[in-house]
């Protein structure tokens, strides 16, 4: 009887440790949508506040988003040279100081400066939990284990203009920025207590810049790595441009009401979650790389479809289920192209991660302005964009079947 409870104390302890790790890599995966999206909702008063017009707040945004992809490339093949608890840990004490200062800069183009300082510690939460996932796991486990934290990447962008929305209740922007510093603390606190170190010294490697430059030179002439970033990038970019134009097309185009406009933003976000279980479901019988094909497909049909729909002016009957498709789609491309890139190159799983969290950002970023080309009267320049990002990220299944499972 002692040794059936003991047995079952462990397992309960074992259960218990990995849902506080999941919880904790969740939580830093999510660093992108809440350090961009917490205070959009706050951007107007923080133009009021600042006496300065809407275009340097935009660059607020720009800032945060060009340190988050910086931060990754850097910090990426730091944490391969020297583990991966001690950057991280720096990167959390360094973002919570500098959201702290974000609550009380005194113009906006010092906000701009401080927020790209708190992309560039918050990109450590990024592609260091994807690394820590690599170090701890192998073959289809570490699909399955980037699916569930896709429903903590799938809440997280709904989750957090809503919270933003709510603080502005009782605060003001600048309270926006200390909570973000109170969960870059908590964080913090939570690796110290409970996330060991996961890459042990024997398979560190160092070397400084020319070591890096080798193994970026070494990743990019990999084909089907190379495959899996362009993958991730543009199947991103796609949804990255749904989420900078839809509230544009369907509030001032079609007449979308705020409230419905939430609900067909949440329903597509339950869509990648959905999808992320499906494939963590099906990982077994057909494994990532078919899983990440049949993800690049969809995305290009609903991208396709919302082309032909848009320039067939058949309206929301036929754009609000292409949209699905195209954002649900992500749900089986980011978690299996992930996994597929990181698997052959464990040994290198930051300097790997910090090229997938680029070309994520990087294109995402360079994406955005060009959904508004056309000014708000018009749905075609995000019709157009989304589905010319959705055929380049299918083209990218050239490379990524260039072996079988």
Partial sequence: MTDRTSVGSMDGARSGDRLGTLLIL????????????????????????LHTSPAPVQVTLTGCLVGLALGQLFIGPVSDAYGRRRPLLIGLAVYALTSAACAVSPSVWLLAVLRIVQGLAGGAGVVISRAVVRDRHSGTAVARYFSLLMVVNGLAPILAPVVGGQLLRFTTWRGVFVVLAGIGLVLWLAVLLALPESLPVARRHSGGLPATLV?????????????????????????????????FVLQDIYGVSPQLFSVIFGTNAVGIMLLSQVSRVLLGRYGPRRLLVCGLVSIAVGGVALLVVVMAGIGLPGILPALFVVVASNGLVLPNATALALTDHG??????????????????????????????????????????????????????????D
């Fill in 347 to 404: 040994a290198v799983a930051g300097s790997a991660s910090a090229l997938l969290g680029v070309a994520q950002f990087a294109v995402g970023a360079a994406a955005a302005p060009l959904v508004g080309i056309g000014g708000s009267g018009t749905d075609i320049p995000m019709a157009v964009v989304i589905a010319a990002l959705s055929l380049i990220a299918l083209a990218s299944s050239a490379l990524v079947l260039r072996r079988s």
């Fill in 215 to 247: 193994t970026f030179r070494r990743l990019l002439t990999d084909r089907s790595f190379v495959g899996c970033v362009v993958a991730c990038g543009f199947a991103f970019a796609a949804m990255f441009a749904y989420i900078s134009g839809s509230s």
């Fill in 26 to 49: 969740g939580g830093l995966s999510a660093f992108g949508p809440l350090s961009l999206d917490m205070y959009l909702p706050a951007l107007p008063s923080l133009a009021r506040s």
